[in-house]
């Protein structure tokens, strides 16, 4: 591929990224103007929320495959163009019941974005330079992350909650015809779609997704949540069962004996459940404690929240010279230590000064580990099954962020609660200490992961194999 085309499908793909990253948080801030707009009970605006979670979380899977099987760049788009009308949609919207129908179709359009990204990135850039461009992909996604607050903010409070989707707009009908015209065209290795993987993958992933997002609201213990984990769960297994018999796998199995593989998803999966889900209780303290509007919430989190925009192109190209390892292992054990000593300082009357280091340091720790995980997934399979990888890996970490979320909601709500900023801070604290406690058994499962001599091996390993398997 020419370094024209490699620019434009860097270009390309991360101002999708951004897109769909930025729009898994920006509602949040908007529910109240949503509610006083639309109306609807609590339980009715946390869809607007949660209906988005779930289609992303869950259609991760499918639309990796959709995208080797009918096209990389032909799904892509289909996927950039259900969410731009689907954002249209959600800005017109009626009725919460509209708005919620809008949200899923917009999750449904992100799950065909985000993964294709990754695969589409992959090809652009040889082994040799993916780390640059992995860390220009992981800072965007970081921005994303970091100005999802401020922006729903600034626009809640500027102009009104229908502009969150109206921007969304303009920015995907300038993105279609460029990704149909400058992204390169590519297939999987398999041409037959595997509908009995799809259809296990996508319930088992939906009956556990909608089980942690609904637990804090319906109690851990309450029928509907065990029967719904339980039966996303047997269909999970059920899904394993099928890929070690099907001759074209969605998810060949064979990717979790590799170490490298299996190693990077428990490190990812331990980071968005640790980060993410003190991210989602820490932006709310400066409201609810210390009595904060949510653009200035938003604006205090950005020390950590944007410093994954100016660490992970730098981590991204050390990725390549160093390996993976020391990157993931050194950024995780900074998270954990950040995250510990706000625990471990939390009041009503922390100033906000003694909290800008370690937001510092553990945005610096993130990005630390964004681009090497990338790196290390990529380089632990073949070149034609990037494609099955990055679904798996988005999946996994998307799964470790609701999951997060919804744990530490869990032990908040054990330990305190919303009734005053004394309760709320009560809460806080042993939240926050479980998600420096994940993050530090990932900075141990960073350390399974192999060096860059042994990932170099592996992958030449992996070339090998698949060279055979043509042959």
């Known amino acids: 591929m020419t370094r024209s085309k490699a620019v434009w499908t860097l270009a390309i793909t991360s101002v999708a990224l951004f897109m769909v990253t930025l729009d898994n948080l920006v509602v949040t801030i908007a529910l109240p103007s949503?509610?006083?707009?639309?109306?609807?009970?609590?339980?009715?605006?946390?869809?607007?929320?949660?209906?988005?979670?779930?289609?992303?979380?869950?259609?991760?899977?499918?639309?990796?495959?959709?995208?080797?099987?009918?096209?990389?760049?032909?799904?892509?788009?289909?996927?950039l163009a259900l969410f731009t009308l689907a954002s249209a949609g959600a800005a017109l919207a009626p009725s919460v019941s509209a708005l919620i129908a809008a949200r899923a179709l917009?999750?449904?359009?992100?799950?065909?974005?985000?993964?294709?990204?990754?695969?589409?990135?992959?090809?652009?850039?040889?082994?040799?330079?993916?780390?640059?461009?992995?860390?220009?992909?992981?800072?965007?996604?970081g921005l994303g992350v970091a100005l999802g607050p401020v922006i729903g903010g600034a626009v809640v409070t500027g102009i009104s909650w229908h502009w969150i989707f109206w921007l969304n707009v303009p920015v995907g009908a300038l993105l279609l015809p460029l990704a149909l015209n400058r992204l390169q065209e590519s297939l999987g290795p398999n041409r037959s779609l595997d509908l009995g993987g799809l259809l296990l993958a996508s319930s088992g992933l939906f009956g556990i997704?909608?089980?942690?997002?609904?637990?804090?609201?319906?109690?851990?213990?309450?029928?509907?949540?065990v029967g719904s984990i339980t039966a996303g769960a047997v269909l999970l297994l059920g899904f394993v069962a099928w890929e070690q018999r099907s001759q074209h796998p969605m998810l060949p199995l064979r990717f979790f004996r590799r170490r490298g593989f299996s190693a990077t998803n428990a490190v990812s999966l331990a980071m968005y459940f640790g980060m993410f889900g003190s991210v989602f209780l820490l932006a709310q303290f400066f409201q609810t404690a210390q009595h904060y509007s949510a653009l200035q919430a938003g604006i205090r989190t950005l020390p950590w929240t944007a410093m994954p925009m100016l660490v992970a192109p730098l981590a991204g190209t050390l990725s390549d010279r160093i390996g993976s390892r020391p990157l993931m292992a050194g950024g995780l054990a900074l998270q954990a230590l950040a995250l510990g000593f706000i625990a471990?300082?939390?009041?009503v009357d922390t100033p906000y000064s003694s909290l800008i280091l370690p937001f510092v340091l553990a945005g610096a720790g993130m990005a630390l580990v964004f681009a090497p995980a990338a790196n290390a997934v990529l380089s632990s399979v073949a070149p034609s099954e990037v494609g099955q990888a990055s679904g798996a890996t988005n999946a996994i970490r998307e799964l470790g962020g609701v999951l997060g979320v919804a744990i530490l909601a869990t032990v908040f709500s054990q330990n305190g609660g919303y009734g005053s900023p004394h309760l709320f801070v009560a809460g806080l604290a042993p939240a926050v200490m479980l998600g420096a406690g994940v993050l530090g058994l990932g900075a141990l499962c960073a350390l399974l992961v192999p060096g860059r001599r042994a990932a170099a091996r592996a992958a030449r390993l992996a070339l090998e194999g698949e060279a055979e398997l043509a042959a």
């Open 344 to 347: 471990s300082r939390l009041s």
């Open 106 to 141: 917009q999750g449904a359009g992100a799950a065909m974005v985000l993964p294709l990204t990754l695969t589409l990135l992959s090809e652009a850039f040889p082994a040799g330079r993916r780390g640059v461009a992995l860390g220009i992909w992981s800072g965007i996604s």
């Open 209 to 225: 997704v909608y089980g942690v997002v609904r637990a804090t609201a319906l109690g851990w213990g309450s029928p509907a949540i």
């Open 34 to 79: 949503i509610h006083r707009s639309l109306g609807g009970g609590v339980s009715a605006l946390e869809w607007t929320v949660n209906a988005y979670t779930l289609t992303f979380a869950v259609l991760l899977l499918t639309g990796a495959a959709l995208g080797d099987r009918l096209g990389r760049r032909r799904v892509f788009s289909a996927g």
